[in-house]
């Protein structure tokens, strides 16, 4: 039995039916060279993963009363019936095709009686391709934490060693009243404690964001088509740039490859407000997630903040776009290096689970994001990709395109992952707010083409 962090367990606590708090994505993967069915070769392959990783055997157990954060429990008889399917596309098999089945499969909340994750094999490709659509809740790791999965769910050779037989995962026993509200009671005595040995860091990240603040001032967010409550259903649309290409540029310019990705995406939608007559003023805002993992932190579990940073959206030339979002990156980093003593990974207070998921929901039925000014437009994440072959079950994983989480408030999310030489975007919006997520997707390589002919004039 392990408890979940704060942070772990928020996801929990923010999800409704219309969000939903898991993360999604699709790999596409080149068929085995033996022949062998793929499905079959990674149903067998999964049953040998399963034990490795406790994300794919543990089921929540809420505590009694929602008296601290719920707890996971291992089990041992895993039905797969219940967490791996397969589909078809009709003919002709387009990438079209395949991101609509994906905007069907994402919406349905995984059952928290069971481990929180659901894999679908997809066939029918034209290309011959096979994809695997991947659904996991965001409680139960990060982006950073998942990619650190790679090494023991994929094999960096299409005919791997044999593996030693994998023991199989004990079943615990389900906690009982009496259990869990010890463990409650334990760990909500230990938060004061906590609460006074992380006094004195709270008050030097307080001292440096104050004396910040006086220098800097960030311009808040404009109000946007992205800022309003989002539907349950789900718009997805795929895209892939050169890596080398977007590194090029960011050694021209002495700018990150970050930084060339928020530019692209400042590009993409200063272009598609405009489109609409929509363009405010002024910049739009994106929040960036950034991992705040150390060496001590548990692998499998969420360590991440946030940074607001503006995309230049009011810059028309793409250069000056970019040292618009370089600079305005750098001072975020500095203001998030600031409150890094202001956020704990792990705290409690009595009954935050059965009251904190009532509050979002209230939040949610009173359009609450709607009436408050917005702290930003659109999230836009960047996480580390694969940069060397990987094989699943002698299926070479040639690209991964990432379905994250669209929120109350930030009805678009454009997160990048990636494999070998390929920055590959997976662009999800609320089907009501953003419709059109395909046109985002050809505007972010109007983008591209754009700053890459810029710098090559300058």
């Given amino acids: 039995m392990k408890r979940l962090t704060a942070m772990d367990a928020a996801f929990l606590y923010m999800e409704t039916e219309n969000a939903p708090a898991h993360a999604a994505g699709l790999q596409l993967f080149e068929p085995p060279a033996d022949g062998r069915d793929f499905y079959d070769a990674f149903r067998a392959h999964l049953i040998t993963r399963i034990p490795l990783l406790p994300h794919l055997h543990q089921h929540l157990h809420e505590t009694p009363m929602g008296l601290d954060h719920p707890v996971w429990v291992a089990q041992g008889d895993v039905d797969l019936r219940h967490h791996l399917g397969r589909e078809r596309l ?7 095709q395949l991101t609509t089945l994906a905007e069907r499969l994402y919406p349905p909340l995984l059952n928290r009686s069971r ?17 695997l659509y991947m659904k996991s809740h965001h409680a139960c790791m990060d982006g950073i934490a998942a990619q650190a999965t790679i090494d ?20 615990e026993p389900e906690p009982g009243f009496f259990q869990l509200m010890r463990d409650a009671y334990g760990h909500l005595a230990q938060q004061p404690g906590r609460t006074l040995r992380a006094l004195p860091d709270a008050a030097r990240a307080l001292a440096k964001l104050g004396a910040r603040s006086l220098e800097t001032s960030a311009p808040p967010a404009p109000r946007t088509r992205f800022d309003v409550n989002v539907s349950a259903e789900r718009r997805f649309a ?30 993409a939608l200063r272009r598609y407000l405009d489109g609409k007559g929509e363009l405010p003023q002024e910049s739009l805002v994106a ?29 028309k030339h793409p250069l000056a776009r970019l040292n618009r979002v370089r600079e305005g990156t750098k001072s975020a980093k500095a203001q998030l290096e600031d409150i890094k003593g202001l956020v704990p990974s792990d705290f409690a207070i009595p009954g935050m689970a059965a009251l904190v998921p009532g509050f979002f929901q209230l939040m949610s039925n009173l359009h609450v994001q709607e009436r408050m000014p917005p702290l930003y437009n659109v999230a836009i994440s960047n996480v580390p990709g694969i940069r060397h072959p990987v094989y699943m079950s002698g299926a070479r994983m040639v690209a991964e395109y990432p379905m994250s989480i669209v929120q109350d408030g930030a009805a678009l999310n454009i997160t990048v992952m990636g494999v070998e ?13 953003v419709p059109d997520v395909d046109v985002i997707r050809d505007l972010l390589t109007d983008a591209f083409v754009e700053l890459e002919g810029a710098v090559a004039r300058a």
């Fill in 90 to 96: 009709d003919p002709p098999g387009t990438l079209d």
């Fill in 115 to 131: 481990p929180l994750w659901r894999y679908t094999v997809i066939e029918g490709l034209a290309n011959g391709q096979v994809a």
């Fill in 152 to 171: 023991t769910f994929f094999s960096s050779s299409p005919d791997p060693e044999p593996e030693a037989p994998v023991p199989a995962v004990r079943s």
């Fill in 238 to 267: 795929i895209t892939s740039l050169s890596l080398a290409r977007v590194r090029a540029i960011a050694k021209t310019r002495g700018a990150t490859i970050n930084d060339v990705i928020m530019a692209l995406c400042g590009g």
């Fill in 287 to 315: 929040f960036a997630p950034v991992s705040i993992r150390t060496a001590d932190d548990d692998p499998a579990s969420n360590q991440v903040i946030g940074m607001m940073t503006p995309l230049g959206t009011d810059e």
């Fill in 421 to 433: 030489d390929a920055l590959d975007f997976g662009i999800v919006g609320c089907a009501r707010a």
